[in-house]
């Protein structure tokens, strides 16, 4: 599934069995992008709020385990060790997810679960636990997870600050991308960095 804020509909696309697999979600999403191009003439889109309704024909999954994250902690690592496993489906930093909580809505809680049981409840695959690894900065979004599964087990993975932040200096991370991240997940205004933006160097 893919998202647009700008008009709130879902892409769907046939997805291929390693995007679970693979180190990252948007990895495998990719390679189905890249097959659905091969194989559909036509794009199949639904609005967002059908969502539940579609979900609602999949196999109900509870997760396993949910894993939240420091930058550069091992949380790939981990995921790639419990996807090496037949039985564990690894639903890792999926932008669907991420972008259905940047909305900020009342119905957040339960388009949330709904993309959950559709990634999640596949009849046809042999996985039989379900693991969700968030995005790093999903900490800010711990409430709607644990609304959602109170007895699900979760498992905080981070690093010695001083080590993350000499691993960003070598390679940058999407967090000091400015605008890529909505500011409340830092509890900063839209004014606030805009004026941090503006200053001169």
């Known amino acids: 599934m893919e998202f647009q804020i700008e008009e709130p509909f879902c892409k769907w696309l046939t997805r291929e069995d390693e995007g679970f697999r693979l180190p990252f979600f948007e990895d495998g999403a990719m390679k189905s992008l890249t097959v659905n191009s091969r194989?559909?003439?036509?794009?199949?889109?639904?609005?967002?709020?059908?969502?539940?309704y579609l979900a609602a024909e999949c196999k109900d999954q509870v997760p396993?385990?949910?894993?939240?994250?420091?930058?550069?902690?091992?949380?790939?690592?981990?995921?790639?060790?419990?996807?090496a496993i037949p039985t564990h489906k690894i639903l890792a930093e999926?932008?669907?997810?991420?972008?259905?909580?940047?909305?900020?809505?009342?119905?957040?809680?339960a388009l949330l679960q709904a993309a959950i049981r559709i990634y999640g409840g596949s009849v046809h695959l042999p996985e039989k636990k379900i693991i969700i690894k968030t995005d790093s900065w999903h900490l800010a979004y711990y409430d709607p997870?644990?609304?959602?599964?109170?007895?699900?087990?979760?498992?905080?993975?981070?690093?010695?600050?001083?080590?993350?932040?000499?691993?960003?200096?070598k390679k940058t991370a999407m967090h000091a991308v400015p605008g890529l991240l909505l500011p409340h997940l830092f509890s900063l205004t839209?004014?606030?960095?805009?004026?941090?933006?503006?200053?001169?160097?």
Request: aromatic share 10%.
């Open 94 to 109: 999926v932008p669907f997810f991420d972008k259905i909580l940047q909305r900020i809505l009342p119905t957040v809680t």
């Open 190 to 201: 839209i004014r606030e960095v805009q004026k941090w933006i503006s200053k001169p160097t």
């Open 39 to 52: 194989k559909q003439n036509f794009k199949s889109i639904s609005s967002l709020e059908l969502l539940p």
């Open 145 to 169: 997870y644990r609304k959602l599964y109170p007895d699900t087990p979760v498992l905080l993975l981070y690093r010695n600050p001083t080590e993350v932040m000499a691993s960003k200096v």
């Open 64 to 83: 396993d385990l949910i894993v939240f994250h420091s930058l550069r902690c091992g949380s790939t690592l981990l995921s790639q060790l419990l996807a």
